[in-house]
């Protein structure tokens, strides 16, 4: 993670949604399993969609990865022998 870049939210699985602080507009950032990329976001706008309950980690392109730890289900159906 490049100097200046601060973790401000942990989301579980290696997830995270980080700062900017090199720029003075603070864009957000999303990192998961040592890939980031940019969310689109400033920290203001972060915060409103957190305030609001809208707050969601941002994947690339919207769509998470097609593993299964990504799969919220995958582990109950392990569990079920499915």
């Known amino acids: 993670m490049p100097a ?45 969609a957190a305030m609001d309950g809208e707050l969601r980690f941002a994947w690339p392109n919207g769509v998470p990865p097609e593993s299964e730890w990504h799969r919220p289900n995958a582990s109950a159906a392990r569990r079920e022998g499915n």
């Open 4 to 48: 200046g870049v601060v973790p401000l939210y942990d989301w579980g699985c290696t997830m995270w949604s980080m700062i900017d602080c090199r720029d003075p507009d603070g864009p957000m950032w999303s990192n998961a399993d040592g890939d980031c990329w940019p969310q689109g976001v400033n920290l203001a706008q972060w915060l409103v």
